[in-house]
């Protein structure tokens, strides 16, 4: 069974730091993009950070310089670190994992963990 666990969300005063992991198992971790996602009430899910199996990062203007993303292969875990957090940043933080083969694309998605960033 695939599995992404979520972890490290919470309460935060704006200004704030949190970091959030995400545990895979069930997966070849090493071969995997793995990505963060976020999803507001009444809001589309969208994209706030990216690694690719090398390593290679990506980030939205809206997070960029505050947000960063990393993995630990040998321990099938993917972090992403929040620094000066706003209002705004509330929202279900999302794992995603995907593997895009010639043939088909793999994509596993976790339960999300909660972040609120309020005063």
């Known amino acids: 069974q695939v599995q992404l666990v979520e972890a490290g969300g919470g309460l935060v005063q704006p200004g704030g730091s949190l970091r959030l992991s995400c545990a895979a198992s069930?997966?070849?971790?090493?071969?995997?993009?793995m990505d963060w996602y976020r999803q507001a009430p009444g809001k589309q899910r969208e994209l706030v950070a990216g690694i690719t199996d090398f390593g290679s990062t990506n980030y939205p203007d809206s997070v960029k310089g505050r947000f960063t993303i990393s993995r630990d292969n040998a321990k099938n875990t993917v972090y992403l670190q929040m620094n000066s957090l706003k209002p705004e940043d509330t929202a279900v933080y999302l794992c995603?994992?995907?593997?895009?083969?010639?043939?088909?694309?793999?994509?596993?998605w976790g339960q999300g963990t909660q972040v609120t960033v309020s005063s």
């Open positions: 995603n994992a995907r593997w895009v083969t010639s043939f088909y694309t793999y994509d596993y």
């Open positions: 069930g997966i070849i971790f090493s071969r995997y993009a």
